[in-house]
């Protein structure tokens, strides 16, 4: 179940990895229109506030990060944008295997500590990685920040949870140079579609305003690609949970 859908960035991860979208949840109708065209069929729920219980194994979303961005007033909880008490409300009600949170790096020092223990209240050990768009070979920084969380159906032996373990990557170098090897062996079906070669060719094709449309006739399609997420990374992720997920020979 994808939260916060937007154009679909994580349902395209899932679908590159095989992993089925079954619900979306947007508010915006733009996003609704693309949601609706690009994969037909997929209910598609409009406020999260109306939204209940579901039978899933993972849920995404990249919550909205207004309340987090350093280009913004940085209100956090004052804001009236802030919804993950919604997304973590959807996750004690349903119970997922997995999840897969994204938001920007200001949520660092602000909210992300009380998300990780929330998520610990409810049975879930998490890591976060901080993945820049770059590191996908982008032609931008774009740092993001990424909350894996896991369900843990078997506490540790003695019952104690072990906090320090729920840091921010430490050997990001390595991090970096695994999931680039994964990157180099897969062409996104986005750029086969648009028979490009790279980065730049591909934002040509995808942004339009490069080859000469007017922004302003174009603005609802430029507002939601600043929005999305980088789907070459979500891919990864959710590469690495399918792998995990696998029966054991």
Not at 87 to 100: A, E, G, L, Q, T
Not at 106 to 127: C, H, T
Request: with cysteine.
């Amino acid at each position: 179940m994808d939260l916060f859908s937007g154009i679909g960035g994580f349902a395209l991860a899932a679908r590159w990895a095989g992993i089925n979208t079954i619900s979306f949840c947007e508010i915006d109708p733009f996003c609704q229109k693309v949601l609706a065209k690009n994969f037909p069929g997929v209910p598609i729920y409009e406020d999260i506030r109306e939204l209940w219980e579901h039978s899933v194994n993972l849920i995404t979303g990249g919550f909205p990060c207004q309340p987090f961005s350093h280009a913004g007033k940085k209100r956090g909880k004052n804001d009236n944008r802030y919804l993950w008490d919604e997304f973590y409300r959807i996750i004690r009600i349903s119970h997922p295997d997995w999840v897969i949170a994204e938001n920007v790096t200001g949520i660092v020092g602000m909210e992300l500590d009380n998300i990780l223990d929330d998520l610990a209240r409810e049975g879930y050990d998490s890591q976060t990685f901080i993945i820049p768009a770059c590191a996908a070979n982008a032609p931008h920084r774009r740092d993001r920040i990424w909350i894996i969380a896991n369900a843990m159906r078997k506490r540790c032996d003695n019952g104690v949870y072990y906090w320090e373990s729920r840091h921010i990557q430490k050997d990001k170098k390595w991090d970096m140079e695994t999931l680039h090897s994964e990157w180099t062996q897969f062409i996104p079906q986005s750029w086969q579609t648009f028979k490009v070669r790279d980065w730049f060719q591909f934002n040509s094709k995808s942004c339009r305003g490069n080859d000469g449309i007017s922004s302003r006739l174009d603005k609802h399609r430029i507002k939601v690609l600043g929005n999305s997420i980088v789907p070459q990374i979500v891919y990864v992720l959710m590469k690495a949970i399918n792998e995990v997920e696998k029966p054991r020979e």
